[in-house]
Each structure stands twice: as C-alpha cells, then as structure tokens.
C-alpha cells in the first residue's frame, strides 16, 4: 500500500473516529549511554514516513548504535521512539548462511507473508479462505515475485546462472550482497541500511543509488558515500556532539549549511567574547571609584546573567602523510602484447599498457571482468602468461585491497605491526608514523581487534605506503572510512608523487582523483575516453538488444551556431526549471518534517501537502528527463 492510500484510509477513519499512531518515525528527548559513555542526549527528530534520510557523522559518534535503539534492541537512559503500529523494520546485520538454498529462494524466502500464503494456498481447503488467500497474493503481487527478485539479484551483480547457485558457493563479501538483496525485496516500511555500498562495487553502488529514489517507504541510510548521500536521499541527520540534527536536502546542500551555521556560531562568539572584554575592562577600571560604582556594579551583573556562546570546536583533523618515493624514469611499468590469467584460463589478453609515475589511473567494469587479475599482474603478484611486461628496476610497489584489513594480527598492536616491519627504527619514530595516518598514542598500543573498521584501514594504508611505493594500487581503500577520511585521503593522492591505479565504488574519490579511466572489458584493457559521469549513465541504461541489418545512419549536416546557440539555450532553462522545482521540494520536504502538521485535527492539512510534494515529485521527474533530453541533443549536436 503506497504512502498515499495510506494517508487516504487514516482520513477516513479519522472522520469515523478511529484513531491511527502517527504516521512517522519521532524520536523524543532520547539519552543512551555505553559503559559511562554517553552517545546520545536529549536528542530529537522526527522523519516522515516515504522520506529517505541518511545518517552521518564521525566514526564512533554512535550511528550503529542509534539503529540499535530504533530496532528496540536497547534499553535508552531517558526518553522513547515511536514507530507507527504495524510498521515492519528491515535491516542488514549479518550475511546469509552458507547453506545450499540458491540464492534466487534465498531472497524470495525474504517475503514471509508471501512464503506463508503459498503454503497455506496448498493445503486450504474452506472456499471462502481460499479466496482470501488469492485475493491478498494479488494484492502483494505475489506472481511476479521471482522476477523482482531477479532483478534486484542482478543489480547487485549476479547473472542469471549464478542466481541459480547455491549460498554456500559464493564468500561471505558476496553473500552479505545476497542478505541486502533479500531485505530490498522484502520492503520493509522502515528501511535501515548500515554501510550498504562497503560489499559493493562500483556498478553495484551505481545500481543501489538508482533503486533507493524510487523506494517506496521510509529510508535512513547511514553511509560515508558522498555521491550516495547526494542522488538518493532528501535529508541528512547529523549525529554531533551527542545530538541530533536535520537538514533538508542532499549531503552537499547540508555540508554548505553546516558550514555557513559554524561561521555565524564563531562570529557571535567572537564578538561577545569582545564584548564581554569591554565590560570587564570598564569593571576593573571603575570598581575602586565610589562615583563609577553602580555601574561597575551593573556591568557586573550584566557579565553573570551572559549565556555564553561558544565557538564551534573543530575535530582532530583526520591525515594521511605518504612518505615521498625517489624519481624514476618513465615508464615506470610497459606491456607489450601482454595476456595474463590462471593456468589455462586467459582472462585478459593483447595488453599494450604504459604506466608513468604521474598516472592516476581509474579501473573501469563490470564485476568478473578482470579489474583485480590486472591489479595483481601490475603489482606482480600474477605472472604473464605470454607477452612481456617491463619495470623499472628500482620500482617499489605498493598495494592495498580490502582482504588486507582482515588479514592484519588481531592480538598485535599496530606498534607491533610497524616493528615487524622496521625493527631498527626507534618506538618515536614508529609512533610517529602512526601519527600521520590520525593513530594516536591511544591507537598505537590498543590490540588491533579492538581498533575500529577505518582504524584497521589506516593502518592497512600505512603498511602499504611504509616502503614509499613508486606505484600505489589501492583496491576499495575507502570501505570503513568516515567522510573526513575519505576527504583527507583525496588529499593525501593528490599530494603523492607517485603512480596510483584505483578501483573504487566511491565516485567521488575517483573524480577527484583520477586524471586517466581504464575500461576493463571482454578480456581487454583500453583508455575510457569519456568521463565518469558518462559510464555512470551506460551502466544505469538498460542494455538494447543487437539490432540485425540495422542501415547506417546518413550523415547529417553540421548544425548552424545560430542552432547550438538554442540548443544551450534549452539546456540552460531546463537546467534552471529543475533547480526551481527542488528548491520547491525542499521546502515542501521542511514543512512534512514539522511534527505538529502530525497532530490530531491536522489530517486534512496533512492529505494536502503530501499531494503537493507527490505533485512536485512528479514534476521534478518530468523535468530532469527534458534536461537530460536537451543535453543530448546538444552533445550530439556539438559532435557533429
């Protein structure tokens, strides 16, 4: 049932004086504490339900644990959450088992409902539940339940045949993607998602941030994916300071105004701190003068009853510092006819790469395509099988990729890491060098199993970088990194005067990074001539079937500049027209977060703005598809 038929039958039932829980997700002056340690305080919020609001906020601030508190796992100091009767929560808290359920049953088995009224649509036998049986499978849809599931399955990057396979086939990276695809399909009203893109890759984000706008319940996604956190939610709640505020639009638009409210917080602060300076002053001048004081006296008073404004406090800067490698004359790395693969099985062939030290280069292609043998190859961990590949004698390489995190000692410090590693340096240095990859002297002497997801990643990236590599080839790097990690670490790859190879689900990683794009593709590798934004749009289009004897298109004539000139024109007011239209649903968005428009009496006024903001929603649909036309048409035309 759509979030509008919903609010239609609660009007209805209003007017018959049936009372219905609010139709939202409030949470009330909560407080929740961890061993001493409070997480959360006094916060609130309330999200409306169909909006899709993603969770930020430093690593450890406590976002975990705040779906823990949603799902009613946890006991809260003060304070409830309230969830409307019936609402059915869904989330992703462990892979699948191993067992030998394919994976297609694996997600249809997600839909209890449907799995309970196939069973019982078996065995009944009174005429009347039959009915109701079929009846209520036609209204969820039951029929076409397998290809949904086959569809979402796809997406996150399984074939038909593998759809087909049993769980225990596949890893546990892989089958944390079959659990997310199984509570996708079950559609929960309330969607929790915790890091959803960390077992993706970048096809598979790609396909996540496409289904989540057009989900049709409630979403809060906790998630340090920029590009994520841009195209698919409408809100973002931010966990600070053990509080909890909203703000209405993408993860950009709340990083301006988070931006623009520290300024003002530190100016007013600034400014009574003058104040307050100037008032003192006048005490301490006049207090001893018997004609001065009253007004001594006054100010004084003035002084205590001042609330303080304090300036914002700026977080630990998080920093990555890699060690500068030595010049080496180019190329660094070339392959000449180059084919590579396991025993007989060649997965890529004919590679006639060339590698300089200032390359940034972007690994582009499907899953299974071949990114992670050419990976190998480079760093020679695989050997050619036929062709030859040359290196720079001196080449140091380094290399990092997500089974190295997991690989790390768990009852060893990462001092004892850095030891093992460089045994004759001194415990200062040592610490010294954690200090640049933000491990600080806490850090350093904690157990490594104890160190949270993006601590062991920093460490990780501080082994590989230790030798200062000619070459960094870093596969997923960003996987447990809080948005400041990422940023410094775009930082970081900007400032190395090495060589780095990517491959990265994070979007906005590789378009600050990268300068070169490599398309891994049907056992080759070949320069991506486009942009990311390009393969972005190749990989969300549906692929056409081979068209037979399809007639070569006529060349058409070179279109006039008085033509280009409309045609930029064109793209410039649809441009404008989607920009109108999402100021309007973010205002709109402000007014359906505002708790009291959910009071009793209120349902008329309610039932109005949900049809206006369905009505700008469509709208604002309409308008990128006319934007998106007219950008065609020009680069076609510019093409030309």
Known sequence: MGQFQENRNCLI???????????????????????????????????????????????????????????????????????????????????VPGNEV????????????????????????????????????????????????????????????????????????????????????????????????????????????????????????????????????GGILHLEDKGLIYYTGSYDTFARQRAANRAVQAAAAKKQDAQRAHLQAFVDRFKAKASKAKQAQSRVKMLEKMDTIRAPEDAARTVFTFPEPEELSPPIIATEGAAVGYGNNIVLHDLNLRIDQDDRIALLGRNGEGKSTLSKMLSDRLPTCRGKMVTSNKLRIGFFAQHQVDELRIEETPLDHLFRERPNEGQAKLRARLAGFGLGADQADTAVGRLSGGQKARLSLLLATLPAPHLLILDEPTNHLDIESREALVEALTAYTGAVILVSHDMHLLSMVADRLWLVKDGHVKPYEDDLQAYRKMLLTPEKPAEKDKPKPMKTAKPSREALQALRSDVRKNEERVKKINDMRDKLAKKLADPALYEDGKAGELATWNKKYAEVMDGLERAEAMWMAALEKLEKAEKT
């Open 13 to 95: 039932d209003h007017a018959r004086g049936i009372k219905h829980s609010p139709r939202m997700l409030k949470i009330s002056d909560i407080t929740y504490s961890v061993e001493g340690r409070t997480l959360v305080e006094n916060a609130t919020v309330t999200i409306p339900t169909g909006h899709k609001v993603g969770l930020v906020g430093r690593n450890g601030s406590g976002k975990t644990t705040l779906f823990r508190v949603i799902r009613g796992e946890l006991v809260l100091d003060t304070g409830n959450v309230s969830i409307p009767k019936g609402w059915k929560i869904g989330g992703v808290s462990q892979e």
């Open 102 to 233: 394919s994976l297609i049953n694996t997600v249809l088995r997600a839909d209890t409902e449907r799995e309970a009224l196939l069973a019982e649509a078996e065995t009944a036998t009174d005429p009347t539940r039959i009915a109701e049986v079929q009846t209520r499978l036609a209204d969820i849809d039951a029929w076409s339940a397998e290809a949904r599931a086959a569809t979402i399955l796809k997406g996150l990057g399984f074939t038909h045949e593998e759809q087909q396979m049993p769980c225990s086939a596949f890893s546990g990276g892989w089958r944390m993607r079959v659990a997310l695809a199984a509570v996708l399909f079950s559609e929960p009203d309330l969607l929790l998602l915790d890091e959803p893109t960390n077992y993706l890759d970048l096809e598979g984000a790609l396909w996540l941030e496409a289904y989540l706008v057009k989900y049709p319940h409630t979403v809060l996604i906790v998630s340090h994916d920029r590009e994520l956190l841009n195209r698919s939610v």
